[in-house]
């Protein structure tokens, strides 16, 4: 195969190589903004709940000032009923301290009520806390996972970089500005195998004579559809490079 056209399928494979690092360096801020969503969900969970619980609490502590608000008052009624001295002030009082009882009754059940959901608040606060840190303890670790990542991907673009200074510097100026005038142009792909007499990027099927010198990978040809450098592997080469 011509030197040149090796080089400047090499230097293809190393920019594709760099472009899928960048890709990927350029979705970890994304990734680590999706961890940080995870941990605020979370957390926003157990702050609601904890609202609630305050709620419950409050709510609570008003119904225990009028329940005793309520009790004092039956108890008052209930002195009073000693002092009576006519049998109409006696069904009076009476009516009040049913009505008082009455409402002591309802008082107390709605406090009971209250009570149950501080039960129930609790048990979610504790699961919703362990949920909490368990995440904390995952996001961690995937955090790590994603600085560790960094920096390995951080050594490969520099790596492809010093790779690819070396490739560059092996090639005819000529060549090399062919090559990044295309790599602009068609999306990082500035080469197309030759298969089956076909331009394998653009599909548009090769002239005979054009085909037949590709083939021989003798010289720098370029696709007459998309402009590509068109470069051609033998079968038993081809069949090679897909085995395992």
């Known amino acids: 195969m011509n030197s040149d056209l090796q080089h ?21 801020p994304g990734a680590q903004a999706a961890l ?26 008003d119904l225990e000032k009028d329940l005793a608000a309520v009790q004092a008052r039956l108890s008052k009624y209930k002195d009073q009923l000693m002092e009576v001295k006519t ?20 008082q107390e059940d ?10 129930i608040l609790g048990a979610e606060l504790k699961t919703a ?4 840190k ?3 303890a995952e996001v961690t670790k995937e955090r790590q996972s994603l600085e560790s990542e960094r920096t390995t991907l951080d050594g490969e673009l520099a790596r492809a970089a010093v790779e690819r200074g070396e490739v560059a510097a092996s090639l005819p100026a000529s060549a090399l500005s062919t090559f990044e005038q295309l790599t602009r142009h068609r999306k ?10 076909l331009c394998s990027q653009c599909h548009v099927r090769l002239r005979p004579q054009v085909f037949n010198e590709v ?3 003798d010289s720098l040809i370029q696709c007459e559809n998309c402009s590509r450098i068109l470069y051609f592997i033998p079968a038993a080469t081809a069949g090679a490079h897909q085995t395992p």
């Open 134 to 136: 368990s995440e904390q």
């Open 215 to 217: 083939r021989r990978n």
């Open 188 to 197: 990082g792909l500035a080469l197309s195998e030759a298969r089956g007499g």
């Open 8 to 28: 400047l399928i090499q230097l293809q494979e190393i920019e594709l190589t760099a472009d899928r690092v960048r890709r990927r360096i350029e979705a970890i």
């Open 36 to 61: 940080d969503a995870r941990i605020a969900e979370q957390t926003a969970r157990v702050a609601a709940i904890k609202e609630r619980i305050a709620v419950n609490q409050a709510a609570r502590r």
């Open 110 to 119: 709605r406090l009971l009520e209250r009570m149950e959901e501080t039960e």
């Open 87 to 106: 049998n109409k002030e006696y069904q009076a009082m009476q009516h009040e301290i049913s009505v008082a009882e009455q409402s002591v009754r309802g």
């Open 129 to 132: 806390e362990a949920a909490l």
